[in-house]
């Protein structure tokens, strides 16, 4: 059997299991869901000091940005495996969220956002006038 070593492939594949890739970060992993008239979004970021975080939206582009400090060089590490440095992660926010109410609350290690479903994309009942004064309500 032959085998060959290709070092830009091992290299590659190291990157992505440190770096992750864009389908899976590795530095800001992500849970989402949905609370009945809201979206609750939670990033674990370890170690990340809350001075360091940093949220930006910019139309419908929900940025999140942090920075976990850099090691001490003068320290004699047995082991470095998490990512150090600045990383981000965007979101891209549908038409249906409230852009101009979203919550932050940052604990224990863990970045929760709340953003509220807005009210225009929230049903809602319509009234119905006809030729007689009676109205009747419709969903919608």
């Given at each position: ?8 492939r091992?290299l ?11 389908a ?23 170690g ?6 940093d949220?930006d939206v910019?139309?419908?582009t929900?940025t ?12 004699e590490?047995?082991?470095a ?6 990383f ?25 956002l ?6 225009k ?6 009234e119905i006038?006809?030729?007689?004064s ?7």
């Amino acid at each position: 059997m032959l085998m060959r070593t290709d070092p830009f492939r091992d290299l590659d594949r190291l990157t992505q299991q440190f770096l992750g890739t864009a389908a899976r970060p590795a530095v800001m992993p992500m849970d989402a869901w949905r609370e009945q008239d809201r979206f609750v979004v939670e990033f674990d970021l370890p170690g990340v000091n809350a001075d360091s975080l940093d949220l930006d939206v910019d139309k419908n582009t929900l940025t999140v940005r942090a920075e976990r400090s850099a090691l001490d060089e003068n320290r004699e590490m047995v082991a470095a495996e998490r990512p150090r440095g600045v990383f981000s992660r965007q979101l891209f926010l549908g038409e249906n969220l409230d852009a101009d109410k979203i919550e932050a609350n940052y604990d224990a290690g863990v970045l929760r956002l709340t953003i509220p479903v807005a009210e225009k994309a929230k049903p809602r009942k319509i009234e119905i006038s006809s030729g007689h004064s009676e109205k009747k309500a419709v969903n919608a």
